[in-house]
């Protein structure tokens, strides 16, 4: 028993050490790092020739495609309804600050035009444009960051080998060169990030896909922050990060929770964090999955990240045409008016001094204390102490001074039953 609990252990030090030992953010990550956590709220993008099949973008794994078969996905990819403009004005609109797409998933199909590969965009596909330079283009325009999500595991290169836990239907050759895998990746990071103007983070994810390969992250993390020393490197490891990585990632999850079993072997650290969920339970677009999340849920959602000093990625899957589904439009639109009215609770604060609790979370800003009550329990509530002297506490929507106590065991605070609102009642305390 004892070995078994040993080994996993050895093996994560190990690979911990085998990133950027010894890393220091430059001053530039740094103050990326406050923009980040400023930002609060980013829209996250999948989107891939997978798109076609409506089966979201495992498609190639879960139908076990072979390589062959999928090579004729890209000839039927013409997204003609493609409209960057359209996809950050529906993301600022939201609220929402940055967008992370994926530049490649782990079918390994570049959406910018590589030299180092014809599997791209450009070469394969009748649209023949460069979709990530499109919206890069629109986003600096626009001043909303640009993301990117570049997926480790590829299922469609010889040279990832040996194969890991995925991927494996997909008929590549016995045999390949892992070290020229990893050249090749980091050359397709190097024209990413020299020719397509500043890009806020490199999102990684499929690390899991062969825990204990080589990675050498040291290498390609040193690549990235010497071509762009405010990048943020983010991995999808689901494991506690590495050195050289400038946030953490919880996937479907708050930090410290595990309700969907991807953050089983996480750590929470002290970097930055940035928690991601999917409209309904797709990442790529999914024609059959109806299972959208209310407004209600993905204000709350947000709202909970922001208490737990947390960002919130909020995913949509574009369908094949280009477009962004009406169903989510609809919702993002919804959530735009919230952020309009109360993102000044939101954007700029950090998790606030009351840890979060089953009514709700807090978040602060100078010398105001949000309390966002996400589930009215009662018209009495209790904050529990946090060692300042409350000056006054207000409604946020009206300005309606409420009456409190404050004593050795909290704040009592007393809710006019007509102020409590379904999504979100805050109360701005000022100490
Ligand atoms: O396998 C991917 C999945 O397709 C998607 O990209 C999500 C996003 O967090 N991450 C991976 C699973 O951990």
């Known amino acids: 028993m004892k070995r078994t609990r040993f080994i996993p252990l050895l093996l994560i030090i190990t690979l911990a050490a085998s990133a950027q030992p010894g890393y220091t953010p430059s001053p530039e990550n740094i103050k990326a790092r406050e923009w980040f956590q400023d930002a609060k709220f980013g829209m996250f993008i999948h989107w891939g020739i997978y798109s076609i099949l409506g089966d979201g973008e495992w498609v190639m794994n879960n139908q076990r495609i072979d ?5 004729k996905l890209p000839s039927f990819f013409n997204p003609l309804g493609y409209d960057p403009k359209e996809w950050v004005a529906v993301a600022k609109a939201a609220g929402m600050k940055y967008i992370t797409i994926t530049s490649k998933h782990h079918d390994g199909f570049a959406m910018w035009d590589s030299k180092l590969t014809d599997w791209d965009i450009t070469d394969r596909t009748p649209y023949k444009k460069d979709v990530i330079r499109m919206l890069a283009d629109e986003c600096r325009k626009e001043g909303i960051k640009l993301c990117l999500y570049h997926s480790h595991l590829d299922w469609y290169q010889d040279d990832y080998y040996p194969p890991g836990r995925t991927g494996t239907t997909s008929g590549r050759p016995e045999g390949g060169n892992w070290y020229r895998y990893l050249d090749y990746m980091d050359g397709q990071l190097r024209e990413l990030l020299t020719n397509y103007g500043e890009i806020g983070a490199i999102w990684f994810d499929g690390h899991w896909d062969k825990k204990d390969a080589d990675w050498r992250l040291d290498k390609t993390y040193s690549l990235i922050h010497s071509l762009q020393p405010a990048c943020l490197i983010g991995n999808n490891h689901h494991l506690a990060p590495f050195p050289g990585e400038d946030f953490q990632m919880f996937e479907k999850d708050l930090p410290g929770h595990n309700t969907t079993g991807f953050s089983g072997d996480q750590e929470v650290g002290d970097l930055p964090f940035e928690t991601c969920e999917t409209m309904n339970n797709s990442w790529g677009f999914n024609l059959q999955d109806k299972n959208y999340k209310s407004t209600k849920d993905l204000i709350q959602y947000l709202v909970r990240a922001a208490g737990y000093n947390s960002n919130f990625l909020l995913n949509v899957g574009p369908m094949p045409d280009g477009r962004i589904q009406p169903e989510f ?74 009456k409190y106590k404050q004593d050795a065991f909290g704040i009592a605070v007393s809710l006019p039953k007509e102020a409590i609102d379904e999504t979100d009642t805050i109360l701005v305390i000022e100490i």
Do not use: C, M
């Open 329 to 402: 439009i609809k919702t993002l639109g919804e959530i735009g008016k919230w952020t309009e009215k109360y993102g000044e609770t939101i954007y700029g604060t950090r998790g606030g001094p009351v840890p979060p609790k089953s009514w709700g979370v807090t978040t602060a800003k100078g010398n105001r204390v949000f309390v966002h009550i996400l589930n009215a329990e009662d018209l009495n509530l209790l904050i529990p102490d946090f060692g300042r002297k409350v000056k006054n506490i207000t409604l946020f929507d009206t300005g309606t001074k409420l």
């Open 67 to 71: 390589k062959e078969t999928y090579q």
